[in-house]
């Protein structure tokens, strides 16, 4: 019987199982749907399904660098519970997710969940998900990764046990390892919004002088003063704002540009990655003492 793509599709909606694998059971079961049912079920791939729709807002962030340095990976995979972000086997899935983007240089999400196993080859990135979560028991999710091809030097830090990943590339000549951490750490702390004035969005800009307009006719002054408060306003936005005009958290009284140049003339940050564990998702708040009394039927 042939396989046609609406059977496949018709198998996944009503399994949560990836594309590949739906596939794969309607051949071995001659299409019939219920026996591909089963099929997915046996091998632990349906389960996804009934986990699907339960939010996941915890998990972790985690990063890997190639062993030359010239690559690295930062991703988050979240999950339902902070309890399951301590299991091991959930933290042994996040490094093999951050492995296989370091490895497999993905293109989007899609193209991770598609592609090929590099720890178990003959399986999808999205046949190893539905596993996790059969074996688990909660609902996974590979929410995000960003990944550096650099020439000069990548480095991560992660805080917190994974509630805040950074991966950063540095360029320029010398031993940088140490360096690259320092300001990977300094980035999970400052939160800079990019590296340099110049990469701020206009649009952001603009608001921010808006909002230091406003304030400073509010005080009366003449228009020629005003601009010139706007100015001043203008800059220490920048000096918060942007990573080389920060200040160094661990040394405060030099900017990072500053840690920078004493690393090398020609030493500089070109990019940077921040993820915070949840950031922009909606946590369900739970109230247990309303779940148990409707559980006892109260």
Known sequence: ????????????????????????????????????????????????AKKAG????????????????KSGALVEV????????????????VADVANQVLAGSPADMDALMAQDSVKEPG??????LNEAIAVIGENLQIRRFARFESAGLAGFYIHAGGKIG??????GA????????DVAMHIAAAAPQAVRREEIASDVLEREKDIYRAKARETGKPENIIEKIIEGQVNKFYAEACLLEQNFVKDPDKTIQQILKSAGA??????????????GLEKKECDFAAEVAAAAGN
């Open 78 to 93: 979240n999950s339902e519970t902070d309890f399951v972000a301590k299991n091991d086997k959930f933290q042994a899935f």
């Open 54 to 69: 339960r939010a996941a807002t915890e998990g972790l962030v985690a990063a890997v660098v190639s062993a030359d340095g």
């Open 123 to 128: 399986k999808t990135v999205q046949t190893m």
């Open 174 to 181: 010398g031993d940088l390892a140490t360096l690259a951490k």
């Open 1 to 48: 019987m042939s396989i046609t793509a609406a059977m496949v599709n018709e198998l996944r909606k009503s399994t949560g199982a990836g594309m590949l694998d739906c596939k794969k059971a309607l051949e071995e079961t001659g299409g019939d749907m219920e026996k591909a049912v089963d099929f997915l079920r046996k091998k632990g791939l349906a389960a996804a």
């Open 166 to 171: 950074v991966l950063v590339e540095l360029a």
């Open 266 to 279: 020609d030493v500089t940050v070109t990019r940077f990655a921040r993820f915070v564990l949840g950031e």
